[in-house]
């Protein structure tokens, strides 16, 4: 915490989340060494040198699994916009966790151990007794039988990626808060009696459900929107109670089905907390172009088919925020027969439409004042076609007036009120409104599909933009996070294996511990966001630690001439106990957080999830696949080199 206020992190829900998982994580490094402490108290050793040897000979090991934890949140200065806001709080205060624990272990709990561990008589327990035995005796047979749990592990982690991806995805996962907003709006026809009366109706409707605790009602739609001059609205804000039985979702529908004479008018707002509208709600669709009117037309197109796919509520293409203007289309070859330019005939148009024209300069007190002429006539649509334009003598002398509609075509066409441009080229947007109960990735794919078949004309294209992209380009990120981060893993055990071969053990592990983390969101119907890819990230440095100190351990006593076999037994009879010990640590720390009780818990509740899913693999995978792989990848006996310096 003092580490946090010094470098400016703030208390939040995120940098909360991480001191939660870094509660979980700050002792695995102090169970590490007190364990093999007191293992080695049990074999003889005095309290000071089993206290010094307990912690030198899992010092390098616990050094390198608190950097691969560490590192993984490093390739945060790769990322960009919010996502970097979100990881860089949760990784300073996980780093500070990891950093502060090691400290601990290395000096703290030595010094302890050696004071504190008096007695040399190890307890034994019967019960955990016999579940080591039957621990060895199927790692014996898995160490015979090797391609068995290498086959069944690579298959579930086929089935649970391609089931992935079918999964719903979410930008910010929604959270339940203790307050809803709803907009009543009836045509604009309705009096003011008439929507006060139907506005207290609907208050007192829903004032009446038990987790109702209170309904306020404002004039005018809400203030996420200006509201329609077509209605005329009437906003709610219903404040819920905190013991409430129900979640927002179920509340809202017990609003529906109480107000069923309204049901087109009344319009629920259930996640009042829901941070996915940082990245735009909905489907949006950017078509580019240079005609306004073409730009239009491809914008109800699509509009049609966007309706026909399922999970579309509503669309707007435009046409909605556009106004009615009088266009003149100048015929050329016209004007040149009566001797004018399109410059002369514009010129001639907009004086006749300007109110005023400068008369001449007045001075009062060395203050100059323009005096202007006000014009009387006022030009219209239907005035406009008569305006005249020139004055011309035919070949007998006789005087022709030439107007407007003898050169030109005078009508009335709707215009956006804004042109937008992206990249210099002109862009109108298509937006879709999501249906209640449908996810707006899975609604997305459906709409690329359907968009295949339509071809826009040569010079204009489209993209898809809004939340859905927001979800993509957060993915993007943390995918390359995620490879950034099993590089800097490699290359910390690289050091503390001083091996190329050995880190690969422990690197294979990653990808199959994510079909725990992907088989908890399946299980749990928890939507794949951004936070829960946290998770993913986070799980990256987590599960490689117990395989560190593992196969840490098999090395120290294959060097000290022990048989490959005998020394993963060995070593899985000694490390079970503490690799148990940290999983469960950390699986229980994340547990609360993972079960999403308290307002604003169904943030972080994701990332929770795909935590506990994978460590839980993760330490199976350990237990039975670290010691099949080692088996696999060491054919070659280890040999001790001794390094000696003669003068």
Not at 106 to 129: G, Q, R
Request: hydrophobic share 45%.
């Amino acid at each position: 915490i003092v580490l946090m206020y010094f470098s400016g992190v703030t208390l939040n829900i995120i940098s909360l989340s991480g001191l939660a998982l870094g509660v979980g994580m700050l002792v695995d490094n102090s169970i590490v060494v007190i364990e093999n402490t007191y293992r080695l108290r049990n074999l003889g050793y005095s309290m000071v040198d089993a206290a010094v040897q307990g912690a030198q000979q899992v010092g390098g090991a616990i050094l390198a699994s608190t950097l691969t934890t560490v590192c993984v949140f490093l390739p945060i200065v790769f990322t960009q916009g919010i996502s970097r806001q979100i990881f860089t709080d949760m990784g300073l205060t996980i780093g500070y966790s990891l950093v502060a624990s090691l400290i601990v272990a290395m000096t703290f709990v030595p010094a302890l151990s050696s004071n504190i561990l008096t007695s040399e008589t190890e307890k034994k327990s019967k019960l955990f007794d016999r579940f080591v035995d039957w621990y060895e005796r199927a790692l014996r047979y898995n160490l015979k039988h090797k391609w068995i749990v290498i086959g069944l592990t690579t298959a579930l982690l086929a089935v649970v990626a391609y089931k992935t991806l079918t999964m719903p995805m979410a930008f910010i996962p929604p959270m339940d808060s203790p307050q809803m907003q709803m907009t009543l709006s009836l045509p604009k026809e309705t009096s003011r009696q008439e929507l006060i009366d139907a506005s207290q109706e609907v208050a007192k409707i829903v004032g009446e459900i038990e987790d109702v605790e209170t309904v306020a009602v404002m004039d005018g739609g809400n203030m996420m929107s200006a509201g329609s001059s077509k209605t005329k609205d009437m906003s709610f804000y219903v404040v819920l109670k905190e013991d409430k039985t129900l979640d927002n979702n179920g509340v809202a529908n017990l609003i529906r089905e109480k107000t069923p004479q309204y049901k087109d008018q009344l319009t629920v707002t259930t996640d009042s907390m829901n941070m996915s509208a940082l990245g735009g709600s909905g489907i949006s669709i950017a078509i580019k172009g240079n005609d306004l009117d073409q730009l239009q037309r491809i914008s109800t197109d699509m509009s049609q088919v966007l309706m026909k796919v399922e999970g579309i509520k509503s669309t707007k293409d435009g046409s909605e925020d556009t106004i009615q203007e009088v266009r003149i289309d100048i015929d050329k070859q016209k004007a040149m027969e009566h001797g004018l330019t399109t410059a002369q005939v514009y010129q001639k148009v907009s004086e006749a439409l300007k109110e005023s024209t400068d008369a001449t300069t007045l001075t009062f007190d060395g203050e100059d004042l323009k005096a202007k002429i006000s014009h009387t006539k006022k030009e219209s649509k239907e005035t406009l076609p008569l305006l005249e334009i020139a004055r011309e003598e035919d070949k007998d002398g006789k005087e022709t007036v030439t107007a407007l509609g003898d050169i030109a075509r005078v009508y009335t066409a709707k215009s956006p009120k804004a042109i937008n441009r992206d990249n210099q080229s002109r862009t109108m947007t298509l937006s879709a409104e999501i249906q209640e109960g449908y996810n707006v990735s899975l609604v997305a794919r459906e709409v690329e599909k359907a968009l295949k078949g339509y071809e826009v004309p040569k010079g204009y294209s489209y993209e898809m933009v809004g939340e859905n992209q927001t979800i993509k380009d957060a993915m993007s990120d943390l995918v390359t996070m995620i490879a950034l981060a099993i590089v800097f893993i490699y290359l910390i055990m690289v050091a503390q294996f001083q091996s190329l071969l050995s880190p690969f053990i422990v690197l294979f592990t990653i990808p199959l511990a994510f079909t725990g983390g992907l088989l908890a969101l399946q299980l749990t119907g928890t939507v794949l966001s951004v936070v829960s890819m946290i998770g993913f990230l986070i799980l990256a440095g987590v599960v490689v630690n117990n395989g560190i100190v593992f196969v840490d351990y098999v090395n120290q006593l294959r060097l000290e001439g022990m048989d490959k076999n005998e020394a993963l037994v060995k070593t899985g009879r000694d490390r079970i106990r503490p690799i148990l010990m940290t999983a469960l640590t950390t699986i229980l720390a994340m547990s609360t957080m993972a079960l999403g009780v308290g307002m604003g818990a169904d943030m972080s509740q994701g990332m929770a999830v795909v935590t506990i899913g994978g460590l839980s693999y993760a330490t199976l995978l350990t237990l039975f696949l670290v010691p099949a792989l080692y088996d696999i990848l060491h054919k070659k006996p280890m040999k001790k080199i001794e390094v000696s310096f003669e003068e």
